[in-house]
Each structure stands twice: as C-alpha cells, then as structure tokens.
C-alpha cells in the first residue's frame, strides 16, 4: 500500500460547483498534513496546511480525520483559475520524512 | 524576496553521461530538499538537509546519484552515469526551519532532465 494515496482523477466540474478531494495516507505516525497546488509545468505551491480541528481559507476548507487517516480539501464556488494539480503531502517522524501524494487533477469547465 | 533558484532550466544527455544542477535556497532558509518528479507523479523526495547535514536521503539512488550542500547554502544534486528512467523534473525547495511541524516548502521552477 502507497504511503500517501489520492485519486488521480481527472475531476471535470462546472464553474460554480462545490468538488471535493480526499488523501489517505498509511502511517498513523505522521504528525502534519498540507495540501499544495501545481498548476500545469509549473513548481508546487502551499495552498493550506491542514490542522486537527479543521481550517477554512476562502473558498477553500480542509479537514483531518486520523481514526480514518484521511484528510480532504473542499473547494466552493469553483472558478476556472482553480484549474490545478492538487498534492496532498504529509509528514512525519519529527515532522521530517516528506511524503506527496501522486496529486489529484482538477479541470473547472465553463 | 528572491526565490528558490535552479540551474539549468533544461537539459538533454545521453545515457551514461553525467548531469550536475545547482539549487540556491531563500536566504536564512535551514532546510533543503531535492525531489524527483516524473510526468504524471508527485514529487518524490531524494535528499532532506538541515543547513549542512544529510536529514533524509532514504529514496536517493546512491549508486549513481549524490548531493551535497557544503556550506549550509546552496546545493548540487550530481548523476553518474544517468539512465533513461532518469528523465524527469529535478525540483529544489527550501524552508524555514524543517524540523518544525508546520513549515512551508518553496519551491524553485526546477530543472527538466531528458535523457537520451
């Protein structure tokens, strides 16, 4: 099993939809979670860190859930500039160790 | 602010030839990574280093690849010989301080290997 697994997708949604990802990760020892945003040949980029308690930027909200290990990323009101790669990464062992998951491609259509 | 730099932006070799890329973090960042990616995949992280110590090297082919970051600045991530299975984007990131539980990774526009 894949230390850090997403959906590939592609996910195709309308301008204006709510879409939303999941990312299991395998190791109940990793200790922090972020979700990254890599638009087409271009470098990764922070969009959110994911806190126990949840975290809501914008349009964008995250959520952990370590019973299921899992964590999500919720985006409302999808605008077509949301069209992205999106990594879910995940450390652990003191916060070291760097896991990205394979990323989940999102496409927001007119 | 300047960024996280690379070079080159591209390069195409053959394989068996050797391939060096130059990586210079943001200024005052401690910790250091390199990462593989290949077209489709995530980054898949080679080499971890905080200032000038190795933190994580476990994914590194050490056979045919080495890195190193002398001063605690800039680094080179140095394959020999290379091998088709190699082409792929080289990324460097750089951050704050990576034995932090939540710290920020910034990303350089890597370097796209082909190899022939």
């Known amino acids: 099993r894949k230390e850090v697994e997403q959906d590939p997708g592609p996910f195709n949604v309308p301008e204006g939809a709510t879409v939303a990802f999941n990312c299991t990760y395998s190791n109940s020892a990793s200790q922090s979670f972020f979700w990254y945003r890599q638009d087409c040949r271009k470098e990764p980029k922070l969009l959110m860190s994911?806190?126990?308690s949840g975290n809501e930027d914008g349009r964008f909200t995250a959520q952990l859930n370590r019973a299921s290990q899992y964590i999500s990323l919720l985006i409302r009101d999808s605008k077509l500039s949301d069209s992205a790669t999106y990594l879910c990464?995940?450390?652990?062992?003191?916060?070291?160790?760097?896991?990205f998951g394979t990323g989940t491609k999102l496409q927001v259509i007119p | 602010e300047a960024g996280v730099a690379q070079s080159p932006r591209y390069k195409i070799i053959e394989k068996r030839q050797s391939v060096a890329f130059w990586c210079n973090p943001i200024?005052?960042?401690?910790?250091l990574y390199w990462y593989q990616q290949i077209l489709g995949q995530g980054p898949k992280l080679l080499i971890q280093f905080q200032n000038n110590g190795v933190v994580d090297d476990s994914q590194l082919p050490k056979d045919r690849f080495s890195a190193e970051r002398l001063k605690g600045v800039d680094s080179t991530l140095k394959i020999q010989p290379a091998k088709l299975e190699d082409s792929a984007v080289y990324l460097c990131a750089s951050s704050l301080d990576g034995t932090v539980r939540y710290n920020e990774q910034f990303f350089g526009p890597g370097t796209r290997l082909t190899v022939l």
């Open positions: 990464v995940v450390n652990r062992r003191g916060y070291q160790k760097v896991t």
């Open positions: 994911v806190y126990s």
């Open positions: 200024s005052g960042h401690a910790t």
